[in-house]
T-cell receptor, first 115, second 114 residues
Framework: AQKVTQAQTEISVVEKEDVTLDCVYETRDTTYYLFWYKQPPSGELVFLIRRNSFDEQNEISGRYSWNFQKSTSSFNFTITASQVVDSAVYFCALSSSGSARQLTFGSGTQLTVLP | GAVVSQHPSWVICKSGTSVKIECRSLDFQATTMFWYRQFPKQSLMLMATSNEGSKATYEQGVEKDKFLINHASLTLSTLTVTSAHPEDSSFYIC??????????FGPGTRLTVT
């Protein structure tokens, strides 16, 4: 069975602060993919990143960065110099190794960036 | 990039009626589509996996007779909520799989049953 845990239900920061969203996963598969999605109030999921289990290099994309550590089964997401437009629910997800490649989502973290 | 559309984007219906939601992959073919349900302030829960030309695979606890899924072509899957009740009110999201791991999500359909 697969599981994704996002322990932070809600986070509130002031604009320009850095914020890290935690994600811990469980899987028995040796090959898997991890994802982060952003869901603004409109509801549409916005894809942010995909990382496969063999690539532990951290990635930076503008103000976004991701820290993948297999040793702790974590895939944390950091927003640097947060902005009000970053306010949204962020989901971490894990892709199964089955033929359908179903996604298992974490419970999400509501990020509120205050001006 | 790959685009997935859903229609309608929102719908209000009376209790006891049926509602059909369409999910289309606009610029790619999807042999597999997924249907998710999301209640307010909760995560996305997979309802079923839909494969073109075959019966959908439903997750445990999802009533297949209530949530009818048809994946008649490589670009269209439909979800019909039969005899809808207020507890079926939710945000329904579909996704279409392109390639091995890429899933593209539709914008969602907000269903309200009165």
């Amino acid at each position: 069975a697969q599981k994704v845990t996002q322990a932070q239900t809600e986070i509130s920061v002031v604009e320009k602060e850095d914020v890290t969203l935690d994600c811990v996963y469980e899987t028995r598969d040796t090959t898997y993919y991890l994802f982060w999605y952003k869901q603004p109030p409109s509801g549409e999921l916005v894809f942010l990143i995909r990382r496969n289990s063999f690539d532990e290099q951290n990635e930076i994309s503008g103000r976004y960065s991701w820290n993948f550590q297999k040793s702790t089964s974590s895939f944390n997401f950091t927003i640097t110099a947060s902005q009000v437009v970053d306010s949204a629910v962020y989901f971490c997800a894990l892709s199964s190794s089955g033929s359908a490649r179903q996604l298992t989502f974490g419970s999400g973290t509501q990020l509120t960036v205050l001006p | 990039g790959a685009v997935v559309s859903q229609h309608p984007s929102w719908v209000i219906c009376k209790s006891g009626t049926s509602v059909k939601i369409e999910c289309r992959s606009l610029d790619f073919q999807a042999t597999t589509m997924f249907w998710y349900r999301q209640f307010p302030k909760q995560s996305l829960m997979l309802m079923a996996t839909s494969n073109e030309g075959s019966k959908a695979t439903y997750e445990q606890g999802v009533e297949k007779d209530k949530f009818l899924i048809n994946h008649a072509s490589l670009t269209l899957s439909t979800l019909t909520v039969t005899s809808a009740h207020p507890e079926d009110s939710s945000f329904y999201i579909c996704s279409a799989k392109a390639g091995t791991y890429e899933q593209y999500f539709g914008p969602g359909t907000r269903l309200t049953v009165t």
